[in-house]
């Protein structure tokens, strides 16, 4: 076999396995999808919201980054007697992952009892 017949069986049979590689994956996140219709969220909407807008750890990690520094901008607030907290509002809707609305997100957050304090105040700028 000459050297190039054997570079372009390489080839193929890489483009072969690649192809079934993503196959693969398509059939894994298809059933992923499936097992999530199936379990009941109850306690893990907040998860279960990540899953289905297909977040990344990362991700998840800023927007617990984001909402720890609205907790600690929130108790400054409350220190200095605010009572309006629509600008932690525009904060939150502005550095929130593009795949996510808002709305969905607090709902999520309050019944997985994540932020309680803050999701009941940025609820009322909705």
Known sequence: MSLKRTAEYYEVKERDEMKLLLER????????????KMMSPKGFEFDQLIIEKNLSEQDVMDFHRLCE?????????????????????????????????????????KKQKLYEELMLLLEQNI
């Open 25 to 36: 994956i398509e059939k894994l996140e298809f059933q992923q999808k499936l097992l999530l």
């Open 69 to 109: 520094e609205l907790n600690k901008e929130l108790k400054e607030q409350k220190a200095e007697g605010f009572v309006f907290y629509s600008p932690l509002f525009k904060k939150f809707n502005e550095r929130l992952h593009s795949q996510l609305e808002p709305a969905e997100v607090i709902d999520a957050c």
